[in-house]
């Protein structure tokens, strides 16, 4: 499947968020990702955002997609990170 995940968290836990997710998807601009991702490294990530978050006042917000073709996206302005991967 193919995500795109926002998350708003507080200060003090945004760095373990942000390296949470970038094991997961690749980063886009500040709290934004977006990649492929199986079912079960999805619930992974989920469970572990949950260790890091406080419910009460952060989110995580999760788009699903079947694949990224059933996704167009527009980039206006510049791209802050390319998605380049090495193989």
């Not at 970038?22 to 490294?41: A, P, T």
């Not at 996206?73 to 991967?85: P, Y």
Request: hydrophobic content about 40%; proline content about 0%.
């Amino acid at each position: 499947m193919y995500i795109i995940l926002v998350y708003d968290i507080g200060e003090k836990r945004v760095g373990k968020m942000l390296k949470l997710c970038r094991r997961y998807v690749d980063w886009i601009q500040n709290s934004v990702f977006e990649g492929e991702i199986s079912e079960v490294q999805l619930k992974t990530l989920i469970q572990q955002a949950r260790e890091i978050m406080d419910e009460e006042t952060d989110s995580l917000i999760i788009f699903i997609s079947r694949q990224e073709k059933w996704l167009e996206k527009q980039v206006v302005g510049s791209e802050r990170s390319t998605l380049d991967k090495f193989l």
